[in-house]
């Protein structure tokens, strides 16, 4: 006598009904992300400045210096450069780097007895905060990724962030291991960190570093709950940046950083905003409006940002992935001076792997802001502000190209190596690329009813096309009134 249904019909029944409810879940999915949240269109944001579009330029001075001078130090040492073989892919994410070591032997000094800054001791820590292993949907673990930082890419710093929304039953126990792990990684030489990449379809991608817990848009789907989770216990200690603009176009959607609507929570939490990227930095020259960068966009809306380079690695390549490095200006490398500086935002993004550059303005008892400072207008000098930049390339195949000054959303004063006549010699130099940048800023470029910016833009030209920006330095204006917060504005 037959029983009605065998194993086998039970377990076909199974999987054909598994089947149709996945197909319905990927139908509601592909519905709710094509229909409900639109592909992105450029278009002006309503409310958005456009910043100050005068065509006033003012006369940039640049002087040639010595390493030891740019670098304020006389003590020598031979210096190793890394250069690439063969070909790199430096816009996906299985891009490679094979090193090969070169000698330059009249090159630079020990790093500890150096500082590029003036008026400080600050000197360059070099590291990515933008990587991803097998705990998501990169390879690999977070130990193996901190080891081939540290001992392979030779990097100083670096932050595993991976996405918790592949964390469904485990999520706690990921985040304290992760922890766990940065901790044991972590020393003189070594700063590891935790961090996770908040993935929403709708609102884009925010990378967070050692906050106290984990929100993945599964449990705060709407904007407005991850900014308020992160005002809240949970983004205690967090330092967070928004991660690849628009980069991802299955991502990108108009409601992406809700196009930078002001939260107060989430702008004190807020320290950067990648401006490089895999494939370099010139598609986020655009921003959401087609005419400005989305740093300068974000600026305009009162967002205290700096720039953030990252390598995005998902492979077995952590820090050796390509060129871009995020460069932290410190006195000395821990846990706690890395923090600090995300929480200052000290720091430059820069596609160059060596690069040490450092942007700043004098105020008027000539003491020196550095990059991500901020102060209030009535300490700048009554007349001209003097904005200096100093930079310092050991690679003589990174050969300068362009510097701009950037002040409230427009280019003040620029620089074409490529252009002067009288460049030619430093650029055929068989050494190091080394000078500074001066600009005497008029006081009146900068308003009183605002949160004025300022920050520099230096290019070099190689196969890689190399590019760095600096963080900006901030004014505030005796009028200036930080930007309204009229709650959330979501769809749903």
């Known amino acids: 006598m037959k029983t009605g249904f065998s194993a086998k019909r039970l377990f076909r029944k199974g999987l054909r009904s598994g089947l149709i409810a996945a197909s319905l879940f990927v139908l509601v999915f592909l519905v709710a992300r094509y229909g409900i949240m639109p592909h992105f269109r450029h278009a002006v944001p309503q409310g958005m400045p456009r910043g100050d579009q005068s065509d006033q330029k003012v006369q940039l001075e640049f002087r040639p210096l010595l390493w030891q001078e740019v670098l304020q130090t006389s003590t020598p040492q031979m210096f190793v450069i890394r250069k690439p073989r063969g070909l790199i892919v430096s816009n996906a994410p299985e891009s490679t780097f094979a090193p090969q070591e070169t000698f330059e032997p009249d090159a630079i000094h020990a790093r500890e007895d150096s500082a590029i ?62 922890k766990d792990i940065a ?21 884009g991608h925010y990378t967070v570093i050692e906050s ?38 299955d991502n990108a959607t108009a409601y992406e950083f809700a196009q930078f609507r002001p939260h107060p929570g989430a702008m004190k939490k ?43 690695n998902h492979g077995f390549n952590w820090g050796s992935g390509g060129t871009n490095r995020m460069v932290l200006l410190l006195n000395h490398l821990s846990r706690e001076s890395v923090m600090e500086a995300l929480v200052q935002r000290r720091f430059y993004a820069t ?74 010699e430093y650029m055929d130099s068989k050494q190091y690329y080394a000078g500074e940048l001066k600009l005497e800023l008029p006081r009146h470029l900068l308003r009183e009813e605002r949160l004025n910016y300022i920050y520099a833009r230096f290019y070099q030209r190689d196969s890689l096309d190399p590019f760095t920006q600096s963080s900006p330095i901030f004014f505030r204006g005796s009028n200036y009134q930080p930007p309204a917060y009229a709650g959330p504005k979501e769809s749903w």
């Open 117 to 178: 800054t003036l008026g400080t001791s600050f000197r360059p820590y070099f590291g990515n905060l933008h990587t991803h292993t097998g705990w998501s949907d990169g390879k690999g673990d977070p130990a193996t990724a901190f080891a081939h930082a540290r001992d392979v890419a030779h990097l100083d710093f670096m932050a595993v962030t991976d996405h918790p929304e592949f964390w469904l039953f485990d999520q706690d126990r990921n985040w304290r291991d992760l």
């Open 183 to 203: 901790k044991v990684f972590t020393s003189s030489t070594f700063v590891a960190l935790a961090g996770f990449e908040y993935s929403s379809p709708a609102f």
């Open 212 to 249: 106290n817990s984990v929100c993945s848009a599964f449990k705060c789907a709407r904007l407005s709950q991850f900014y308020d989770w992160l005002s809240g216990p949970g983004g205690e200690g967090a330092v967070v940046f928004f991660s690849h603009p628009l980069q991802q176009k």
């Open 270 to 312: 807020m320290a950067g905003i990648e401006v490089i990227h895999w494939g370099g930095y010139r598609h986020f020259l655009d921003g959401f409006s087609g005419t400005q960068p989305f740093i300068d966009e974000a600026l305009e809306l009162g967002w205290r940002l700096g720039s953030v380079s990252a390598q995005d």
């Open 351 to 424: 596609s160059s792997r060596l690069l040490q550059f450092t942007a700043q303005a004098q105020l008027g008892d000539g003491s020196w802001l550095q990059m991500g400072q901020e102060t209030e207008t009535r300490k700048l000098p009554a007349g001209d502000i003097m904005l200096v930049a100093r930079f310092f390339e050991p690679d003589v195949d990174q050969i300068p190209h362009r510097f701009e000054w950037i002040v409230n959303g427009r280019i003040v004063g620029d620089f074409d190596f490529y252009e002067r006549s009288d460049m030619r």
